[in-house]
């Protein structure tokens, strides 16, 4: 069985630059969430995606957004990029208890 | 504001030591999860405890959730080098994502 995929697994952008992070979920999860790891603050949840909708997002500013498609795949595109939003990027999917993990998308602002 | 606290934040001990990593909040989970991330890679789940005074036991790590459902602890017995990793644990809140702790960075050296 195929895990948590991420796309791509690193990207350097340049400060007010769009990154857009690519997730494809275990076959058969429905529930994608997004969060963020930045040095020092540990894992930070951003979104949750479920039925293609999204149900929750966590404290992070209307710059982070994402969507989740049909084939329960998703999207994170981190707008206006800043310095402070280089952190490795994870994605899991889940199907009832526990999340599985992707390796994560390393996303440095320069 | 951490929902969960970890400590302690960081651990380095010899091969064959025992050791314990706490995790406490003040919320009550319904079920709270342990994982350990490796660098460059996603977290992965040891276990998922799910009621009030429950212990688990995975090979030499012993897994305990709090009667109150506020607090767990992680045991290794006899420490190896390959235990080296972050340890997370990680909480639900009803109708929320999964809220990590900042992680036990644990170095175990020959």
């Known amino acids: 069985e195929a895990g948590v995929t991420q796309s791509p697994t690193h990207l350097i952008k340049t400060r007010g630059q769009q990154a857009t992070l690519r997730c494809s979920p275990i076959?058969?999860?429905?529930?994608v969430y997004w969060y963020q790891q930045a040095l020092g603050l540990g894992l930070q949840f951003l979104l949750w995606?479920?039925?293609?909708?999204?149900?929750n997002r966590g404290n992070f500013p209307p710059r982070f957004s994402g969507r989740q498609f049909p084939n329960y795949s998703s999207e994170l595109n981190v707008n206006a990029l800043e310095l402070e939003d280089s952190a490795l990027y994870l994605c899991?999917?889940?199907?009832?208890?526990?999340?599985?993990f992707g390796s994560g998308t390393r996303l440095t602002v320069v | 504001t951490q929902l969960l606290e970890q400590s302690p934040q960081f651990l380095s001990i010899q091969e064959g030591e025992n050791l314990t990593v706490y995790c406490n909040s003040s919320s009550v989970f319904s079920s709270l999860q342990w994982y350990r991330q490796e660098p460059g890679e996603g977290p992965v789940l040891l276990v998922t405890?799910?009621?009030?005074?429950e212990v688990k036991k995975l090979k030499r790590l012993t897994f305990q959730f709090g009667d109150a459902r506020k607090d767990s602890s992680l045991h290794i017995t006899a420490a190896q080098p390959g235990d080296t990793g972050l340890y997370l644990c990680?909480?639900?809140?009803?109708?929320?994502?999964?809220?990590f702790g900042k992680g036990t960075s644990l170095l175990v050296t020959p």
């Open positions: 405890v799910v009621t009030g005074g």
């Open positions: 899991a999917s889940s199907f009832s208890y526990g999340y599985t």
């Open positions: 990680a909480g639900v809140l009803s109708g929320y994502a999964l809220n």
């Open positions: 995606y479920d039925e293609g909708e999204e149900r």
């Open positions: 076959s058969g999860h429905t529930s």
